[in-house]
Structure formats: C-alpha cells, structure tokens
C-alpha cells in the first residue's frame, strides 16, 4: 500500500456528507459569486485567526499582491523576501512594480534570519514578508521592533501556516497584513484556488476589498481600479465546513512529528526541523535534511513511500531572479539539494509513519 505525501480524497470521505450538504446548498442557492457563504467564511476564518477583518480573494498570490498594492509603497520599492519559499513570495513584490532583496534564511526554522535582514535594509526598503515556512512562525517580536525601527511594513505570509501560533496568538494579523493561500493541499484547503487578505486596520481592508472587486464596494460605483480575483462561493461553502476540523487536523499533524522526532532523532547525518520558542508549529510539512536526499528519495519510492522536496532551487538561483546576483545567501543557496518532505496530514496513520522511519533508518545502515 502506497504511503502518500498528500491524500485528499482520504479527507473528503471523513467529511464527506458535510462538503456535499454544503455544495448543494451553494448550488441551490445560485450563490456562486459572493453570498453568504464567503460572508460566514470571512467572519469565521477572522475570528479563528484572531482578526479584525478577513477578506476573500482568488488565490493567494494574489492575496499577497492586493496587500502589498494597498499598503501604496511608491513604485520600485524594495520588499525583502525570504531566499527559500515558493516563487509567490517573491513574485506578488515584482508584479506589484517594487523590487525583490532576498534575506537568508535561520538554520533552525527555515524563517527569516533577522541579522541577514537586518544588513539588507537600505532607505529605499519599504516592508519585510514574513514567511512562517513549512508551518513554524517567524520570530514576530523581532521583526516588528526591526519594522519599527526602520519604519517598516511588516507582511505575513501565512499559505502554509493556517492554525499556527506566535506566543499564543494565531498568526496572520500580527503584523501590518497577512495573506492566506487555500491551494487543495494546504492545511486548510478548497477544491480549487482561493486566498485570504488579513488586518486589523480596517481602512487597509477596505482597500483590499476594493482592489479584489474591480475597485468597488457598491456595485457599478467604481472609485478606483481594481480587479477581479474574489472567493467563489463554493470554495468558501467548502472552507467553511473544513474550517470546523482544522485544530483536529493540526493536533494530529503535531502528533505525527513528534512520532517522527522520536523515531528518527539521534541518526547521524539527518537534520530533524526544529520547533524554536513560544510557537505552535502548524506542520504543513516536515522537512528534513540530509547530504545525499535524492538516494533517500529514491530509496523510499521503491518502498511505496511518496515524498516532496520544499524547494529544490532555491529562489535567488531560479533564472527569473539572475538579475539580482544574489549571490551571498550563504545558508539557502546551499541547502537547496539536501531538503526532503516526508508525508504529513491526517491520512498518515501511526504504523505508516513508522514505516516511514524504518525505512529511513534502514536506508541509514546500508549506506
């Protein structure tokens, strides 16, 4: 039996009658585009993540374009992005006119690491985007006293940290704005696209949600132009229900790592993640590291094991990003080739997972 990394299918049949009841009610209703299913939804994914205002969008790069549009920097700004993170982080700051400065990356979390930010400030820097990578949080305080201090806007990107915690807050709205992804394999996923805008200031949500809307709040009184990239109503129909289960769905997520941490701690050569400070690590993914990741790879597919790799180039290396020679990321540039996802999500099961590890210590001995 194949251990998959991702299993859909597996959590729509634990929660089956649920999403079809509320597919039906969408579709009875003909309330495909706005209606009050992305109202119920905005309401209850901002009190889950301890907001002020949540607003629905299309996806979640552009979640992350229309913040960083309503935040009004001037033209060709500079937005330092974290140098390992999927191309939307770094690509919302390009498609938005400003110019990308990529920051290295803490040994440890994955996140930000805040003296590499901190030497890549320049007068023209107008925000950070605070990446909570793989799930685990950045460190918050610190970066807001840096954002402060240099006044700075400070960005999350939460897309792979729905749930996750910063000191016994969710993340999201602890900086100036934060944007959501619900690609199907997140931790809280749609059957499709969608993406989440969140703040606490409510003319900054007011903004995005006209940016989101052709520019409008009322319809055909149009005082800005906008564009369209709005939540449909039957992802927030979806969302909605999935919403309900999502603390189950991290708690066994955490259960699941903390299976692996026990398992595979103390193998010579494999890098565990690490959980640093006050946070609850949402467990997206857990990545390890290891010199030779492509044999370990291959060597648990023979074994019906699916992996992933999050990411193999790292993004200052991509050829879209050769203009910016950003050449001294001494940390993400080097570890591109050395990272591996093992499966992780409510599908994988105690014996897969120590199947899981006993393949990877096996694979340990031989070599």
């Known amino acids: 039996m194949m251990i998959k990394f991702v299993d859909l299918y597996h959590q729509y049949q634990t929660i089956k009658t649920e999403i079809d009841g509320a597919i039906l009610t969408t579709i009875e209703q003909s309330a495909f585009i706005g209606g009050a299913s992305v109202k119920s939804f905005e309401a209850a994914f901002a009190d889950y993540q301890q907001a002020a205002h949540c607003v629905g969008v299309a996806n979640g790069t552009d979640a992350l374009e229309i913040a960083i549009e309503a935040l009004g920097f001037p033209s060709g700004s500079e937005i330092i992005v974290p140098a390992n993170s999927f191309i939307s982080s770094a690509e919302a700051v390009t498609r938005c006119g400003h110019r990308v400065v990529f920051a290295d990356i803490n040994p440890a979390t994955y996140t930000l690491n805040l003296l590499d930010v901190e030497k890549r400030i320049t007068n023209n820097t107008k925000a950070i985007i605070a990446v909570h990578l793989y799930g685990h949080p950045c460190d918050i305080d610190g970066l807001k006293v840096m954002a402060a201090a240099h006044n700075l806007k400070l960005i999350e990107d939460c897309a792979q ?41 409510y003319n900054l949500a007011t903004r995005c949600r006209m940016i989101a809307n052709h520019g409008r709040i009322d319809k055909y009184n149009h005082l800005i132009e906008g564009r369209n990239s709005r939540l449909d109503g039957l992802q927030a129909a979806i969302l909605n229900v999935k919403l309900k289960h999502l603390d189950g769905w991290i708690d066994r997520r955490n259960a699941l790592a903390q ?18 400070g006050d946070v609850r690590h949402a467990f997206h993914l857990f990545v390890v590291r290891l010199d030779n990741r492509n044999s370990l790879k291959d060597y648990l597919a023979e074994r019906a094991i699916e992996t992933g790799i999050h990411y193999p180039i790292a993004l200052p290396k991509l050829a879209a990003y ?13 570890i591109d080739a050395t990272l591996l996802s093992l499966p992780m999500g409510e599908h994988v099961t105690d014996s897969d997972a120590d199947n899981v590890i006993n393949a990877i210590i096996s694979f340990f001995r031989e070599v």
């Open 259 to 276: 299976r692996y941490y026990t398992g595979l701690r103390g193998i010579k050569g494999l890098v565990l993640p690490v959980i640093d």
């Open 322 to 334: 050769e203009y910016l020679g950003s050449k001294d990321i001494n940390f993400a540039n080097n």
């Open 161 to 201: 940290a729905h749930g996750g915690e910063y000191k016994g807050r969710r993340v999201g709205a602890l900086g100036d704005i934060g944007a959501f992804s619900f690609y199907p394999g997140k931790n809280l996923g749609a059957y499709g696209d969608g993406g989440a805008i969140m703040t606490n200031d």
